[in-house]
C-alpha cells in the first residue's frame, strides 16, 4: 500500500474514465483484418510453394498470425464493446464467437477457404464497430481488400 500512495503522488494523472482499458482511440477491428489477411495470404502461398521449407515458413506464419488474430478480437470483443452495443446488434456475441472459432480453425488448416471466412467475419465485426465509433470508418479496409484482388 504504500509503494502505491508513493506513486500517487510522484504521478498525479488526476480521475479519468473510460469504459475499456484505454480511451477507445486504441481500438480497432483493423488490427484483426490484417492478421486475418496475412492467415489468408500465407494459405494462399502454401499452396504455391514449391518446396517444403516454404510450405513449413508458410504454415509457421499463418499460425502466428491466426493467433493474432484471437487476441486482437478477444480484445476488441471484452475492453472496447459494451453492453449496449450488444444489446443494438444481437448478433456481436454470436459474431466474435465464430470469428474466434474459425481464427482456431485456420491453425489447424491451409484451406484458403478457412482464411476467406475468418476476413469476412471480421468485417461483419468491423461494419459493427463503425456505427458505434463516430466517425470511424471501416470500409476503406475491405475496399482496398477488394481492389487488391483485381
Not at 482499458?21 to 492467415?39: K, N, T
Not at 508458410?58 to 453492453?83: C, G, M, N, S
Not at 461483419?124 to 463516430?134: D, L, P, R, S, W
Request: aromatic share 10%; with cysteine.
Amino acid at each position: 500500500m504504500k509503494f502505491k500512495s508513493i506513486i500517487y503522488k510522484i504521478i498525479d494523472a488526476g480521475d479519468v474514465w473510460a469504459h475499456c482499458d484505454l480511451f477507445c482511440g486504441v481500438y480497432d477491428p483493423a488490427q484483426a483484418r490484417i492478421e486475418a489477411q496475412s492467415v489468408y495470404n500465407a494459405m494462399k502461398i502454401y499452396h504455391m510453394a514449391k518446396d517444403d521449407v516454404s510450405r513449413q515458413r508458410a504454415v509457421l506464419i499463418k499460425e502466428q498470425r491466426a493467433e493474432l488474430v484471437k487476441h486482437h478480437l478477444w480484445v476488441l470483443w471484452t475492453d472496447y464493446f459494451k453492453p449496449e452495443h450488444a444489446e443494438k446488434h444481437k448478433d456481436l456475441h454470436d459474431l466474435f464467437w465464430q470469428a474466434t472459432k474459425v481464427a482456431g480453425d485456420a491453425k489447424k488448416t491451409v484451406e484458403p477457404e478457412v482464411g476467406q471466412k475468418l476476413i469476412d467475419l471480421i468485417d461483419k465485426i468491423g461494419n459493427i464497430f463503425a456505427e458505434t465509433k463516430e466517425g470511424y470508418q471501416y470500409k476503406p479496409i475491405a475496399d482496398n481488400m477488394s481492389a487488391q484482388a483485381k
